[in-house]
């Protein structure tokens, strides 16, 4: 396998992988997509919430809001010491206490307050609700690191492609100069210099074939490698698209390294466990202060499909 | 009602370009160019904002006063 880095922004890299099977980038690419653990709100509770939304679909916003994850810091609850209770270990909380000045009021990110100043969401400016004046909404919030496969809202990638490498020929000898290609190719690879069509950005083809079908005298060829990828990945921005990668690789290792132990005859490998990086202590959880008008039920939302709600409306 | 979050199909941000987009197409700008400066690609993304209707304000009127 090689990987050559083409393009890279905070939240997007472009990669071209050479010599790999399609079997074993497709692998890669869904690991990343369903296995790749991030954080995600996963439980709400709603003090009180006078919104035309209704808890529920405030909760589920809360859940999709992608948030910034830090490795060092967390471990899966299930396999906390906790055993999934939820202790600082496992999970960040977040409180939010929002009263509408005036009408039309958005209640943001922004106004989400989180207690790890480290995993925060990836914009301030994600509408949550919208007030008129003077509705209020006073919630906490609890963030968990999970994945993809359990639901989208721990996705750390919203794309991650890859295409084989297109290569584009034009035959100059038979090109007669139509035209036809440059005005049926809608990725823009042609271009006619001197009367004949030249490829200028033979990246970009598709493998759609409309030019070779197009072209009159047959002066196109349309070919790919079977082995050459070009992986696109674009963040949600939970986490750097190369570190979702390098995670993505990490878990289809202990996969296979998981395989292996299963295979008949062979002895389970016992790999001693790396220690954790210690966790600073984080600053305990504010009391919760008893409101004047003490809100006539709280409501616990947990914001997987899965789990089970008590209606509050 | 509300701009959802996410975009339904691929999982990209979008609510946080709401507003912004909303702004600039009712000062005239074509919705074209104003998702394409604001990196929103695929067509999923774009329809997200393109066919949002937000009527919370319109539920918002209905609300409470206290
Ligand atoms: S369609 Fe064929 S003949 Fe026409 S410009 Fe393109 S390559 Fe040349
Ligand atoms: S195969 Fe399709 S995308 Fe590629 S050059 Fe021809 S028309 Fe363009
Ligand atoms: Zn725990
Ligand atoms: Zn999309």
């Known amino acids: 396998m090689k990987v050559t880095v083409l393009e ?62 830090n490795y060092d810091q967390y471990v899966v609850s299930s396999d906390c010491t906790c055993e999934g209770v939820g202790c600082h270990l496992c999970q960040a909380g977040f409180t939010m206490e929002v009263e509408a000045p005036e009408d039309g009021f958005i209640a943001t990110t922004g106004d989400l307050k989180p207690q790890d100043p480290e995993v925060v969401p990836v914009s301030d400016k994600i509408p949550i609700a919208k007030l008129a004046k003077g509705q209020r909404i006073v919630i906490e919030a609890y963030a ?75 002066a196109i060829a349309v070919s790919h490698d079977e082995n050459n990828f070009i992986v696109t990945i674009e963040s949600t921005g939970a986490l750097p698209p190369m570190t979702i ?69 | 009602m509300i701009i959802p979050i996410r975009c339904f199909t691929c999982g990209r941000l979008v609510a946080d370009r709401w507003e912004e987009f909303n702004r600039r197409i009712r000062q005239g700008e074509d919705p074209a160019t104003v998702l ?18 937000d009527i919370i304000d319109d539920i918002l009127q209905f609300a409470e006063r206290t």
Not at chain 1, 40 to 63: C, K, M, W, Y
Not at chain 1, 182 to 193: A, L, N, P, T
Not at chain 1, 202 to 210: Q, S, W
């Open chain 2, 36 to 53: 394409d400066s604001m990196g929103l690609k695929r067509y999923c993304c774009r329809r997200m904002l393109l066919s949002h209707v």
């Open chain 1, 8 to 69: 890279q922004t905070d939240n997007t890299l472009q990669m071209r992988v050479e010599e790999v099977r399609p079997g074993l980038i497709n692998a890669i690419r869904r690991i990343m997509l369903a296995e790749t653990p991030t954080m995600a709100i996963e439980e709400v509770v709603i003090l009180e919430n006078q919104s035309p939304l209704f808890d529920e679909i405030i909760a589920h916003r809360l859940g999709l809001v992608p948030l910034k994850t």
């Open chain 1, 144 to 218: 968990r690191l999970g994945i993809g496969q359990d639901h989208a809202k721990w996705q750390p990638v919203s794309t991650m492609a890859y295409k084989m490498i297109p290569h584009v020929k034009v035959d100059t000898n038979k090109c007669d100069g139509c035209k036809e290609c440059v005005e049926v190719c809608f990725r823009q690879v042609f271009e006619m210099q001197k009367d004949k069509a030249v490829v200028v950005d033979e990246k970009n083809c598709t493998l759609c074939n409309l030019c070779v079908e197009t072209c009159d005298v047959q």
């Open chain 1, 245 to 313: 990668f390098e995670k993505g690789l990490d878990v289809f290792r202990k996969k296979y390294e998981e395989l292996i132990t299963l295979l008949p005859g062979r002895v389970p490998k016992v790999t001693p466990k790396k220690p954790r990086a210690k966790k600073k202590a984080l600053p305990k959880k504010p009391k919760k202060k008893k409101e004047p008008k003490a809100p006539a039920s709280k409501t616990k939302t947990k914001t997987a499909s899965k789990s089970k709600t008590k209606k509050k409306k």
